[in-house]
């Protein structure tokens, strides 16, 4: 069966150190993986986006593998800071011939920044 | 903020009533999305809507059911609430693959809806 797994325990780390995330899936084949951020009780916030014949993606301080062979995804945060604590959902787009895109989300994982 | 918006914010219902929601999606935007999401859990997709059309749909029942108007906003009904439905209810706009979107989708902030 197809499945998404992130890291379902929290993420502490202290501020000023990268923060790595990982998003791991099975039975899928992607033409797209895309990271979002989450705050309680708000929708998701858009991110990143990385195609599957991408291997790195980068936007300031965050950075996105893509291994298609290992079937895995690596958000990385630099020189954390207390705001990016927020849970961060990774999500796969399957797309079919007529541009169809269904986004399939994993549980997320909550990252706090310690000061 | 990214210029989509939900109404309403809250909603109690008993079970076995109907609900709509809706959506307005960003300007720009012809594709709307509509996912529900439960306590601690990743959203779950429900359907999409493309030009007024439905272009996808999750594996959710038919008492799910979608709308998209000329100017794009949307609504989603679900008829014959469950206890289960209580969630987060969250839309999402993007420019859609037909029109040489980039995929990138922006959610509103949700509704919550509690089912007595």
């Known amino acids: 069966s197809q499945k998404i797994e992130q890291n379902s325990e929290a993420l502490n780390i202290q501020e000023g150190k990268t923060a790595t995330l990982t998003c791991n899936y099975t039975?899928?084949?992607?033409?797209?993986l895309q990271w979002y951020r989450q705050d309680p009780g708000r929708g998701p916030v858009f991110l990143l986006l990385i195609r599957e014949n991408e291997k790195e993606k980068r936007k300031e301080r965050l950075k996105v593998t893509f291994d298609t062979t290992l079937k895995q995804s690596l958000f990385h945060i630099t020189a954390s800071q207390p705001a990016d604590s927020a849970t961060y959902l990774c999500a796969l787009d399957i797309l079919n011939s007529g541009g169809y895109q269904k986004v399939t989300f994993g549980t997320g994982t909550k990252l706090q920044v310690i000061p | 903020e990214t210029g989509v918006t939900q109404s309403p914010t809250h909603l109690i219902k008993t079970r076995g009533q109907q609900v709509t929601l809706r959506c307005s999606s960003q300007?720009?935007?012809?594709?709307v999305s509509w996912y529900q999401q439960a306590l601690g859990q990743g959203p779950q997709f429900i359907f999409q809507y493309y030009r007024e059309e439905e272009n996808g749909r999750g594996n959710f029942p038919p008492r799910f059911s979608g709308l998209q108007f000329p100017n794009y906003s949307s609504e989603l009904n679900v008829n014959a609430l469950e206890l289960d439905d209580s969630a987060l209810y969250l839309c999402?706009?993007?420019?859609?693959?037909?029109?040489?979107?980039?995929?990138?989708?922006?959610f509103g902030p949700g509704t919550r809806l509690t089912v007595t």
């Open positions: 999402a706009s993007s420019l859609g693959a037909r029109s040489g979107g980039s995929y990138e989708q922006y």
């Open positions: 300007s720009g935007h012809n594709t």
């Open positions: 039975n899928y084949s992607p033409a797209y």
